[in-house]
């Protein structure tokens, strides 16, 4: 019978993991010397008193007295699970159960990997299953550090669950080498796991140095060494060095992935490009080179090494910091250059007001006639102009005189 508030009986639930031991305790709050006895889920007599009349052995009786009866049960069994009953031979008796509940770990945790080895940018599947526990598991994904999200499915079979998470994962060349962990919770077990490592293969990753001039200028008569380096999964096998938009010049030695120009001449100006390839694709790396004068001091704006990124995650600012360098040297010369053409602008202005003002001056230049000059041009002699020059008819008119 369910226990009341004047019940003189007590005692707890009890989980246990399978194959474990689960202790039942019966006790006596007011002992009274009354007859205490223990009956399993079919309501058979495990113990009474300090008597076994049940024959399974997995049974020990661990303490008895007037006020407790304490049983251990070994090897506990899904079968074992169930309600035991403490009876108190009272008057009127009294009764309580307790419940015994068995937990069973996954028996197996495995990965499965839909390709073993993935090349940079698939999307693989990996799945996960937890076979045979109770209750269900709960599966969670990590990629090294990170957790991952997966989707799970449950499948019940009896009292049993299998669990099966799938986890659908992005692969990069950084994830190659890198461990997938796929982990349990679940109350039977602590940190239960299994792991795959990935294999991701890739292109090849190229990078060119200068190993002469060590971070010099570039000079004529000068000698210039590269050396091109490549990383892949596989290894890269086939590597060559190539001039861009040009034809490599005769005197450029290539020995393997090394550039050698024993004596360089401006002719040697141009993009120089690093070639690499593997099974999985092909990547380069360019320099480029300027050649300068015996007396240059300064440092190149032009020359350096550039690279196309094989993805965005590759645009670094180490790939970018040649370029601003020479950025800056372009903008060093464009403001000289800014400089120059105003200073000429503004002469050429000045030339030209100087001009139309002669022009001007010459044109407003004032001349002057006497009078007797005057309708000179039209004349044909000395005498004709002074007779047609203005007023010049009626002053002689009136300086006629007559003689009689």
Not at 105 to 117: A, C, F, G, T, Y
Not at 171 to 180: A, H, I, S
């Amino acid at each position: 019978m369910v226990p009341g508030d004047g019940q003189n009986l007590v005692t707890e639930d009890v989980t246990v993991v399978e194959g474990d031991v689960a202790t039942i305790s019966c006790r006596v709050k007011n002992s009274d010397d009354s007859v205490i006895q223990l009956l399993n889920p079919n309501r058979q007599t495990i113990y009474f008193r300090d008597f076994r009349p049940l024959k399974d052995s997995r049974f020990q009786l661990v303490n008895f007295s007037n006020s407790e009866l304490r049983v251990s049960l070994t090897n506990v069994s899904i079968s074992d699970e169930g309600r035991y009953f403490c009876q108190l031979y009272t008057d009127p008796p009294q009764e309580i159960y307790t419940t015994i509940t068995v937990l069973v770990p996954p028996r197996n945790l495995v990965i499965d990997i839909q390709k073993e080895i993935a090349v940079e940018g698939e999307e693989i599947e990996l799945n996960c299953t937890a076979m045979a526990s109770r209750p269900a598991t709960t599966i969670r994904w990590f990629k090294g550090n990170k957790e991952l999200t997966g989707k799970s499915e449950v499948e019940q079979w009896s009292d049993m669950y299998t669990v099966t998470s799938q986890l659908l994962l992005k692969v990069g060349r950084e994830d190659d080498g890198v461990p997938v962990i796929c982990l349990v919770d679940h109350p039977a077990v602590k940190d239960l796991q299994t792991q795959r490592y990935l294999e991701v293969m890739y292109k090849p990753q190229v990078r060119v140095s200068q190993n002469y001039p060590v971070q010099g200028l570039t000079r004529e008569g000068e000698p210039l060494e590269l050396t091109c380096a490549a990383f892949g999964k596989p290894q890269p096998t086939d590597m060559r060095w190539l001039r861009v938009d040009d034809e490599m010049p005769q005197h450029v030695v290539v020995s393997g992935s090394n550039l050698l120009i024993s004596n360089l001449n401006k002719t040697d100006n141009g993009t120089y490009r690093c070639e690499a390839s593997n099974a999985v694709g092909k990547s380069h790396a360019d320099y480029m080179l300027f050649v300068y004068d015996t007396t240059a001091t300064t440092e190149p704006a032009v020359h350096g090494f550039t690279q196309l990124p094989n993805s965005a995650e590759e645009l670094d600012y180490g790939d970018l910091s040649d370029s601003r360098a020479g950025e800056e040297g372009s903008i060093r010369s464009v403001d000289h250059a800014v400089v120059g053409g105003v200073v000429a602008v503004v002469v050429f202005a000045m030339l030209c007001l100087l001009i139309i003002l002669g022009r001007y001056f010459a044109r407003h230049k004032g001349t002057y006639f006497t009078h007797e000059a005057k309708g000179a041009d039209d004349a044909a002699d000395a005498d004709t102009a002074i007779i047609n020059a203005e007023g010049g008819q009626n002053n002689s008119e009136e300086k006629k005189e007559y003689f009689i």
